[in-house]
């Protein structure tokens, strides 16, 4: 009930398509769900999030559609470029403070020129 | 400019050999959470700091410990290290507060022989 569950696990896409990038979860407890970019030897950075009371959340060619019965979200990179190629994680906040966090285990996007 | 600091960056060491990675945020932030990164395993956290001389234990704190006795600074500490602690480590920090972005460090990674 701790996890959340990431699929695929790697994804390739030719440029200016779209990518999508899926993720779910058990427990209800959860609460905001971000997304995080990780470009090889470079620590994550936050892409974009959102919290359970939204359905859907875009910025820029970014956009997290949230399915809180189904408890699945998931991310749609539209008009995929090269530079997107990294590796793409969900996280669920799983606490009222505000710090203990779990991870997907990850999707590495490759977007062919 | 903001950041958080790890160091060092890659470290090469015997089994049993305590050693410490440092970590240091410049952003005054309360939080600050280290993890591991394992493929297939995503982020997996170890502990986490709310603030100075509060701690608590992630999902996977066994063979580690952490202390924060300023608030800029999260070391993580290994007492003898052994070969299943080889992995790729990252610092992270917050603001107070819910739904706050986490500021990764760039990792390190450490293998132990």
């Known amino acids: 009930q701790q996890q959340v569950k990431q699929s695929p696990q790697s994804l390739i896409v030719q440029k200016g398509g779209i990518s999508i990038i899926n993720c779910a979860y058990e427990?209800?407890?959860?609460?905001?769900f971000p997304w995080y970019q990780q470009f090889p030897g470079k620590g994550p950075a936050l892409l974009i999030a959102?919290?359970?009371?939204?359905s859907e959340k875009k910025e820029g060619r970014f956009t997290i559609s949230f399915n809180k019965s189904a408890k699945q979200f998931s991310l749609h990179i539209m008009d995929s470029q090269p530079g997107d190629s990294a590796t793409y994680f969900c996280?669920?906040?799983?606490?009222?403070?505000?710090?203990?966090?779990?991870f997907g285990p990850g999707t590495r996007l490759s977007v062919l020129p | 400019e903001a950041q958080v600091t790890q160091n060092p960056r890659y470290l090469i060491t015997v089994t049993g050999k305590k050693l410490t990675v440092t970590c240091s945020q410049n952003?005054?932030?309360?939080?600050m959470s280290w993890y591991r990164q394992d493929p297939g395993l995503g982020l997996r956290q170890i502990y986490y700091?709310?603030?100075?001389?509060?701690?608590d234990k992630g999902d996977v704190p066994e063979g580690y410990k952490v202390s924060r006795k300023e608030k800029r600074n999260f070391p993580l500490i290994l007492e003898s290290p052994s070969p299943n602690q080889t992995s790729l480590y990252f610092c992270?920090?917050?603001?107070?507060?819910?739904?706050?972005?986490?500021?990764f460090g760039d990792g390190t990674r450490l293998s132990i022989l």
């Open positions: 992270a920090s917050s603001p107070r507060g819910r739904n706050q972005p986490q500021h």
């Open positions: 427990n209800t407890a959860f609460d905001y």
């Open positions: 959102i919290r359970p009371d939204v």
């Open positions: 996280a669920a906040l799983r606490d009222n403070y505000g710090q203990n966090f779990v």
């Open positions: 952003m005054n932030h309360e939080y």
């Open positions: 700091s709310m603030n100075v001389e509060v701690t």
